[in-house]
């Protein structure tokens, strides 16, 4: 079966406080992704794994990161969040980072940072 | 700047009507992608096409691909309800990673 699950789906939190996200894939996928979106910015790439322990920055990884320690499971850490980093996040993966690869999504992580 | 943007930003059509969305880029791609994403869900790919692809077609949807003019556009035949969502397109080159436009809101009423 081909799915991404992310845990957990909704999250309230203080500001401050550190934020753990986690997905999972049963696809034996290199590459995974972590975006979030916000209403009218569409989808931001936080930061993209190529494999384990082989991570990169995306376009907003300010006040994240991630760790990869198994192909299946990648993580999103906000260590001190903010109000700022309220949205919903999405992991993704694919069969591999090259170009013209399909990113299977899972269904979201809503967070509020209060 | 966006490296893919879709318009328009939103629209409605009557269930059983054809709708088109249109998708601009800017730059040399290697494929682009269109995603659709319902309420409370991820995007899902709907179609991948290639740069020397000029149409793909999935079941009611068609897209086409012109590099000349940098966009392509995703139709939908005999929309239903359940066609209701954001729909994404996506570009991918060989010196970037995978980028989303802003995305289409299509809600399709009876």
């Known amino acids: 079966d081909m799915k991404v699950t992310q845990m957990p789906r909704y999250l309230i939190k203080r500001m401050g406080e550190n934020v753990l996200l986690e997905c999972g894939q049963d696809?034996?996928?290199?590459?995974m992704y972590w975006y979030r979106q916000d209403p009218g910015l569409g989808l931001q790439l936080i930061y993209i794994?190529?494999?384990?322990?082989?991570?990169s920055e995306g376009d907003i990884p300010k006040g994240y990161r991630v760790s990869r320690k198994k192909r299946e499971h990648f993580s999103l850490i906000l260590d001190s969040a903010k109000t700022n980093q309220t949205s919903v996040y999405f992991c993704?993966?694919?069969?591999?980072?090259?170009?013209?690869?399909?990113?299977?999504f899972g269904e979201g992580s809503r967070l509020i940072v209060v | 700047s966006q490296l893919a943007e879709e318009n328009p930003w939103a629209l409605s059509v009557h269930e059983g009507e054809s709708v088109t969305v249109n998708c601009s880029y800017k730059t040399s791609i290697t494929a682009l992608q269109w995603y659709r994403q319902k309420s409370g869900e991820g995007p899902a790919q709907l179609i991948l096409i290639r740069s020397n692809e000029r149409e793909k077609r999935n079941g009611r949807l068609r897209a086409t691909l012109d590099t000349s003019s940098q966009s392509s556009s995703l139709s939908i035949t005999a929309t239903r309800c359940e066609d209701t969502a954001v729909y994404f397109c996506?570009?991918?080159?060989?010196?970037?990673?995978?980028?989303f436009g802003q995305g289409t809101s299509l809600s399709v009423v009876p």
């Open positions: 794994s190529y494999d384990v322990d082989s991570n």
């Open positions: 996506a570009a991918s080159s060989s010196f970037s990673k995978l980028v």
């Open positions: 696809m034996s996928h290199e590459t």
């Open positions: 993704a993966s694919s069969l591999s980072g090259s170009s013209g690869n399909t990113l299977y």
